[in-house]
């Protein structure tokens, strides 16, 4: 158990309505990002934050999705007017950054698995 | 950040030590290497991380060449339940920034 929670863990909907996940990082953890995975490929970054700033996104978030981090907590990511490419595992991940050392290590969630029909 | 090749799958038998070489031809001298894996259904897990020569944990073995250009995670007598994606990372020490994942290689573990 790595301590990321994800809710819900799987999610269908139909194409043109919105969604919203959230994320529960580890607790103390700084930074918490969203990837996203599609079947047989690796995680692709979407966004990442420090407490409660947004300090990243990828060319992949498009103005459809927006994600937030109120109180620099949990964090949640909505997907407006789902499109059926939107359909892939959407995972969390939370570190505490630490200056000095060699790599913030991520800790993952098991991920939201979305179906958009 | 430099780009990662590893193998896009691999086989072993039980019981044997499995070694997955991950090529980065293009590391610069403040990055490190890193090591997930990532089960069916799952998020990935942090394995192991590394600089230089050799790193042990209670899961693997990493090794890395005085020229670093490429790493080998070394499986000690894996199990079944070994079975899984292994992503070989390159990251840019202090930044904490975005992992970039490949497509990982496919380790399948049979009796």
């Known amino acids: 158990d790595t301590g990321v929670s994800q809710d819900p863990r799987h999610k269908i909907t139909k194409r043109g309505q919105n969604v919203t996940f959230r994320c529960d990082p580890i607790?103390?953890?700084?930074?918490l990002y969203w990837y996203r995975q599609t079947l047989g490929q690796g995680p692709e970054f979407l966004t990442y934050?420090?407490?409660?700033?947004?300090?990243?996104k990828s060319r992949l978030l498009s103005d459809r999705f927006s994600a937030e981090r109120p109180k620099g907590s949990f964090s949640t990511l909505e997907i407006q007017r789902t499109e059926q490419g939107d359909s892939a595992m959407y995972l969390c991940?939370?570190?505490?950054?630490?200056?000095?050392?060699?790599?913030?290590?991520?800790?993952f969630g098991a991920g939201t698995r979305l179906s958009v029909l | 950040l430099a780009k990662t090749t590893q193998p896009i799958s691999m086989d072993s038998y039980e019981g044997q030590e499995v070694n997955i070489t991950c090529s980065h031809n293009n590391i610069a001298t403040n990055d490190y290497i890193t090591w997930y894996q990532q089960f069916p259904s799952q998020g990935p897990r942090f394995i192991i991380q590394g600089y230089k020569t050799k790193v042990t944990n209670e899961v693997a073995s990493l090794f890395i060449p005085a020229d670093r250009k490429s790493s080998t995670l070394s499986l000690p007598r894996v199990s079944l339940s070994d079975t899984a994606v292994y992503y070989c990372l390159v990251e840019t020490a202090g930044t904490a920034s975005k992992l970039t994942f490949g497509t990982g290689t496919r380790l399948q573990v049979t009796l």
């Open positions: 607790s103390e953890h700084n930074r």
């Open positions: 934050f420090q407490n409660e700033a947004q300090l990243e």
């Open positions: 991940a939370s570190s505490l950054g630490t200056s000095g050392r060699m790599g913030w290590i991520q800790y």
